[in-house]
């Protein structure tokens, strides 16, 4: 429902900044369920929150490119109570679809085997991939919260996290690469872009293993509902030979990742579909 297209207006009165848009969007949840009845098999809320909210307000990469550091948590709250909001209003007007929300995770993985690297990559799990999912199923935010100064300290009112934790149908999952953290004196921590590993056309690292870790490791956190890997792929360098692109790269990707996926499902991990993230793609042959 949500996939960080703010109308102009809105922005222009806070966006994600301003608590009221949450509730603005519920009303939008109420209208686009009202319109399509019975219609609709599955709704998402959101889609990476991560993105419009850190990507969109804190570093500003992302529109609306605020940057500071003081925005990105108030704006990620907001948009956390949005998604309860509006999973109540899905639940009233659409019981029978799947209701649930699609977060991103990258897995956090320290460069050394030093107690403060380790540190820092848990600090850095906190901030980019728990302070999304935490909310969502155990109605807090990591216990970073409350060290963090309060002019950075998101708008937290009587029960928000309670709106926020409502029971899923599902979670869908994004998944492209890990990332690696070093401890830093002033950051705390500092990411460290891998360069000897094979890497996608985007410069990201391809390692399927960490899929497997994410997975699993959120399951016996959280004890997952059931699970969609809504996004997962590769940007790889598209060479014609002879009026061909031999796309074995890609292929490799897809299959060390479905190899990492079955290995959560034997692990535990109830998996209920998996979709590719593709510019363009076709059915597989079932025969």
């Known amino acids: 429902m ?15 900044l301003n608590r009221e848009t949450a509730y603005l969007f519920r009303d ?18 959101l889609n990476e929150p991560f993105c419009s909210g850190y990507l969109g307000y804190e570093i500003g990469i992302h529109a609306p490119g605020i940057v500071g550091k003081e925005y990105g948590k108030k704006a990620i709250h907001h948009l956390l109570l949005a998604h309860g909001l509006a999973l109540q209003v899905l639940k009233k007007n659409s019981p029978k679809s799947l209701n649930g ?11 050394t085997n030093k107690k403060e690297d380790i540190l820092a990559a848990q600090l850095a799990d906190d901030h980019f991939n728990q302070w999304y999912i935490k909310p969502i199923m155990d109605g807090s935010y990591p216990d970073l919260l409350a060290d963090l100064p309060n ?32 401890h830093d004196e002033k950051e705390q921590f500092v990411q460290k872009v891998p360069t000897t590993v094979p890497l996608t056309d985007m410069g990201w690292e391809i390692c399927p293993a960490a899929f497997t870790d994410l997975l699993v ?15 997962n792929g590769a940007a790889m360098p598209d060479i014609l030979n002879e009026g061909k692109v031999i796309d074995t790269d890609r292929i490799d990707y897809f299959q060390g990742h479905l190899n990492a996926v079955s290995e959560a499902i034997n692990q535990g991990v109830n998996i209920s579909g998996y979709f590719a993230w ?8 079932k025969h």
Not at 2 to 16: R, S
Not at 156 to 181: H, M, V
Not at 278 to 285: Q, V
């Open 151 to 182: 002019e950075i300290q998101p708008d937290i009112i009587e029960k928000d996290l309670e709106i926020i934790s409502q029971p899923l149908d599902f979670i869908g999952i994004n998944y492209y690469s890990r990332a690696i953290y070093q």
């Open 101 to 111: 929300i699609v977060l991103n995770f990258t897995p956090c993985y320290p460069l």
């Open 28 to 45: 939008y949840a109420d209208l686009i369920t009202k319109a399509f009845g019975n219609r609709v098999h599955s709704y998402a809320t």
């Open 217 to 231: 490791s959120l399951n016996q956190k959280y004890k997952l509902p059931p699970v969609y890997i809504t996004e």
């Open 2 to 16: 949500y996939h960080w297209d703010l109308p102009q207006h809105i922005e222009d009165n806070g966006g994600w």
């Open 278 to 285: 593709s510019l363009m793609s076709k059915p597989l042959n």
